[in-house]
T-cell receptor
């Protein structure tokens, strides 16, 4: 089955700096890569996603890049704010949706004011 | 819509007892997913339904776990008998087709 590795497990940045979270996947057939943000006491919430026919996608301060050859994908958050503090999960899907999705272990991001 | 609603938010039970977790998906969504979240294993997909029919339960850890979806607006995840290693946060999520899955706030289960 699919295996998703996520690094780092914890990340602290100063407010205004950038944060980068990296993931690798094992199954070259994976074709959908969502990123979720989980705030304390809440369920995960989708923040951005990318499909395998696209190399990069951006939404305001958040961007995701995908390297299919290397089986790497990354989340980039620029101009970080305290409200960005949360746990972020990457995921890879073999089905194009959530039917065959494998999540990474998560990255706890702390933005220091 | 109020989003995916799970109940209870917290459940503490004794080992050997039956536990039932409940989920109301977003109206109109045709997929429903049950996940388990632990520190060691992260988010794991347990089972999912499409149009109320269980499609893949390969993530269900043991026969002690069962899930049902009697109609489009309600699903249950039952553990009988419960064990301490079942302690985790259980999430229900729903989606319409292949797009975004919306998660509920989860049920934190503690088995003592």
């Amino acid at each position: 089955g699919e295996n998703v590795e996520q690094h780092p497990s914890t990340l602290s940045v100063q407010e205004g700096d950038s944060a980068v979270i990296k993931c690798t996947y094992s199954d070259s057939a994976s074709n959908y890569f969502p990123w979720y943000k989980q705030e304390l006491g809440k369920g995960p919430q989708l923040i951005i996603d990318i499909r395998s026919n696209v190399g990069e996608k951006k939404d305001q301060r958040i961007a995701v890049t995908l390297n299919k050859t290397a089986k790497h994908f990354s989340l980039h958050i620029t101009e970080t704010q305290p409200e960005d503090s949360a746990v972020y999960f990457c995921a890879a899907s073999l089905s194009g949706g959530y039917q065959k999705v494998t999540f990474g272990i998560g990255t706890k991001l702390q933005v220091i004011p | 819509d109020a989003g995916v609603i799970q109940s209870p938010r917290h459940e503490v039970t004794e080992m050997g007892q039956e536990v039932t977790l409940r989920c109301k998906p977003i109206s109109g969504h045709d997929y429903l997913f049950w996940y388990r979240q632990t520190m060691m294993r992260g988010l794991e997909l347990l089972i999912y339904f499409n149009n109320n029919v269980p499609i893949d339960d390969s993530g269900m850890p043991e026969d002690r776990f069962s899930a049902k979806m009697p109609n489009a607006s309600f699903s249950t995840l039952k553990i009988q008998p419960s064990e301490p290693r079942d302690s985790a946060v259980y999430f229900c999520a729903s989606s319409y087709g292949q797009v975004e899955a919306f998660f509920g706030q989860g049920t934190r289960l503690t088995v003592v």
